[in-house]
């Protein structure tokens, strides 16, 4: 067996035991952090395969930002359950839904390994393509160029999600501040830890973009961390959410989605279609979507987290 | 030597599977979000090993943020209280 | 040169690996969370440490090889900090006798 194959086995092994680790542990907590800590397992695991852009993504959002989502709704849960008298599910339940799992994890195994080898790919299509685009990563050129009006959607329902989660607060605290206060310890090691590393994460979410014309990276994944550095200074006390009815929030949230669709429109006018790209001009019309897109991922992503307003309502 | 590196990379993987066992069992909370450290950790020397080994691209990125998001998950989790 | 490079690689890489193993082995063997603590955070950073100077020699021009070197000194950072509040964590769940 050769090193490669064992250092895989190796991966797919302890993901397989943390992912069952996952659904079988007693307590909420100790499922979550086998569930982040699969995460960051399996960037490994895509970088094994080959998609480091996956791999980056992976880690953002199942590291940090999945991880602080189930944290806070086990929060939540808690709270209500101790309020409420606990209702346990029967063995039937139980064991229907486990039949009902196991049917669809055999459902998209089958369907995989049914998949003809090479299995059907567009790959060689878009790596031939890729000059046009005045770009080097295929990646990159997918999802900006190839699939423009993909992204720009997935944009758009990141924000309807938001929208959801705000129509979760109570009536008089719309347009209030989301999630709590946290306290702030000045010369504390939190707060230290956080002064240092969020400038780090800042500058890094930002080379993240830049690079992500040649090499793995993205306005996604930039976006990502930009939005978990705000999370962390929230918990260290360091700032506070702001208003959710403030005018700044809203064109930062909608900033991002507006410039892709307007510079969508006007590639009728300039290079023959909606989202067409004008040719010689590629790269910096990109460049200048991707930077409001990213900070409008950043927002969208750290306001989901945050949650529906819940103090110092508008009313 | 990319046959050296990836056998320690796997040799690296099993070692902190083998820790995980351990950590995840607990008991008490501070044992499980060490987890996340040494995931953090052992996954970032088994993530150099073998992109240096295979000379993908990108590699010390994926490292980089794994270094600042694992740092960030556990911070997230020592401010979760747990009951 | 080269040869001597690729040596250096492997001693460390070694002994990066050797740190790794003795880390594991403090997290099994030692009594209790603090303890535990120790050793997964000073072995195992002092084994990526030693991995990260093995694996200079291979990094791509200058840049790479300060990437390296940054990723080591986050996790030492990140590291140092992020077991004084699991330490606080455990203090919390079992208040010293």
């Known amino acids: 067996m050769t090193p490669a194959s064992l250092l895989d086995l190796g991966i797919g092994a302890v993901a397989l035991a943390l992912a069952a680790f996952a659904g079988a542990a007693r307590s909420s907590f100790a499922a979550i952090v086998g569930f982040v800590a699969l995460g960051l397992l399996l960037a490994l695991a895509w970088l094994r395969l080959g998609a480091p852009d996956v791999a980056l993504t992976e880690v953002a959002i199942g590291g940090g930002l999945t991880g602080l989502l189930l944290i806070g709704a086990e929060r939540r849960l808690r709270a209500r359950a101790m309020a409420e008298a606990s209702d346990p599910v029967s063995t039937r339940v139980r064991v229907a839904a486990a039949v009902l799992s196991a049917g669809v994890a055999a459902g998209l195994a089958a369907a995989v390994l049914s998949l003809p080898i090479p299995a059907p790919t567009l790959g060689p299509a878009a790596l031939r393509e890729l000059p046009r685009t005045g770009l080097d990563n295929p990646v990159t050129a997918a999802l900006i160029a190839f699939r423009a009006f993909d992204t720009l959607a997935e ?9 959801g989660v705000w129509s979760l607060a109570p009536d008089r605290e719309w347009g209030g501040r989301p999630g709590q206060r946290y306290p702030l310890d000045a010369d504390g090691v939190l707060a230290f830890l956080v002064r240092l590393l969020v400038p780090v994460g800042v500058v890094f979410g930002g080379y993240i973009l830049w690079v992500s014309a040649g090499a793995p990276g993205g306005a996604f994944q930039g976006g990502a961390i930009l939005a978990t550095m705000w999370l962390a200074a929230r918990m260290a006390g360091l700032t506070d959410a702001p208003r959710l009815c403030a005018s700044r929030v809203r064109w930062a949230l909608a900033a991002g989605p507006l410039v892709f669709f307007a510079a969508g429109l006007a590639g009728p006018l ?3 279609g909606f989202l067409a790209w004008p040719v010689g001009f590629e790269k910096p019309v990109i460049v200048a979507i991707e930077i409001p897109l990213m900070l409008s991922i ?7 987290l945050a949650g529906p307003a819940q103090r110092d309502g508008a009313r | 030597m990319s046959e050296f590196l990836l056998t320690v990379a796997a040799l690296v993987v099993v070692t902190v599977a083998i820790g995980l066992l351990r950590v995840l069992r607990g008991p008490g909370d501070a044992d499980r979000i060490m987890a996340v450290q040494l995931l ?12 240096s ?7 010390v990125d994926v490292a980089l943020i794994l270094a600042l998001l694992a740092a960030f998950a556990s911070i997230a989790f020592t401010k979760a209280p747990s009951g | 040169m080269s040869g001597l490079l690729d040596l250096w690689t492997v001693v460390a890489v070694s002994g990066g690996a050797f740190f790794f193993l003795a880390g594991t082995v403090g997290l099994l063997r030692f009594p209790d969370v603090l303890t535990r603590l120790h050793a997964l955070t000073k072995a195992d950073n002092l084994g ?20 390296l070197l940054s990723v080591w000194l986050l996790v030492m950072l990140s590291g140092a900090t992020v077991s004084q509040l699991i330490a606080r964590v455990a203090g919390r769940e079992s208040p010293p006798a």
């Not at chain 3, 990260?52 to 291979?58: E, K, N, T």
């Open chain 1, 155 to 163: 944009k758009v329902v990141l924000l309807l999600a938001l929208v």
């Open chain 2, 40 to 51: 953090g950790t052992g996954g970032i020397a088994a993530l150099l090993l073998a992109g």
């Open chain 2, 53 to 59: 080994a295979t000379g993908e691209a990108g590699r």
């Open chain 1, 298 to 304: 950043a927002a969208v992503l750290g306001l989901l």
């Open chain 1, 270 to 272: 300039v290079a023959g």
């Open chain 3, 48 to 67: 990526l440490g030693l991995v990260v100077l093995g694996l200079l020699p291979r990094a791509e021009g200058l840049q790479g090889a300060v990437k």
